[in-house]
């Protein structure tokens, strides 16, 4: 899991409580209950790895889709374990992801 740097200078920056817990709570948060209530299927580019891509394209300042895809081959994102996709459908997926998703998303995790 990676670790975001404090924005506080007097912040120790050892894990806290939680950092042991971050992969479950977020695949919790993302279980296929939530993906069906908002009317997903279950399918490898599903609603936990789109979001996942949405916070590493811009945590990680990834330059495009591409090096995206590699990264996600490569390394996995954030709590999603290393998949194959073909970037064409990564690429296709983002244009169609509803908007709506990443802005609640983004408002929770946002202070």
Known sequence: MYDIPSEYPEDSSLPDEFHLFQSQLLRET??????ERLGLRDTILNLSLMVAAGITLLWRQAP??????????REGLLWCHPTKVAQQSLSKRFLV???????RVFKD???
């Open 30 to 35: 993302f279980c296929p209950p939530m993906r």
């Open 64 to 73: 495009g889709v591409q090096e995206l895809n590699r990264l996600l081959a």
């Open 97 to 103: 992801f509803p908007v709506e998703l990443f802005k």
């Open 109 to 111: 995790l946002l202070p």
